[in-house]
Nanobody
Framework: QVQLVESGGGLVQPGGSLTLSCATS????????MSWLRQAPGKEREAVLC????????YYKDSLKGRFTISRDNAERTVNLQMNNLKPEDTARYYC??????????????WGRGTQVTVSS
């Protein structure tokens, strides 16, 4: 079955950086788009970034451009989220998700359990 395991979260000071990683198994990784989503306390889960099967990135929040970068390694079956200049409002649980197709316009169909990112001084 599909397994998505996020790692790399933690406590970081404002302005700091973190790299999240999602290890995957159970599906043909190179054929599907992959996303990172996040959910802050008391808020709905929101899409952050997506990367298509052809390595095209889609930002769902303009405020993340220039700070967050998504990448994928088809050989390792991983998708990473590089987060720089972190702000307290980036505090959330971050989830990795598959798409049903190779494009970011396709819907999500599997999610991991998430990894917590806390930005605080």
């Amino acid at each position: 079955q599909v397994q998505l395991v996020e790692s790399g979260g933690g406590l970081v000071q404002p302005g700091g950086s973190l790299t999240l990683s999602c290890a995957t198994s159970g599906f043909t990784f190179q054929r599907v788009a992959m996303s990172w989503l996040r959910q802050a306390p008391g808020k709905e889960r929101e899409a952050v970034l997506c990367i298509s099967r052809h390595d095209t990135s889609t930002y769902y929040k303009d405020s993340l451009k220039g700070r967050f970068t998504i990448s994928r390694d088809n050989a390792e079956r991983t998708v990473n989220l590089q987060m720089n200049n972190l702000k307290p409002e980036d505090t959330a649980r971050y989830y990795c998700a598959t798409h049903i197709g190779g494009s970011c316009v396709s819907r999500n169909d599997n999610w991991g359990r998430g990894t917590q990112v806390t930005v605080s001084s």
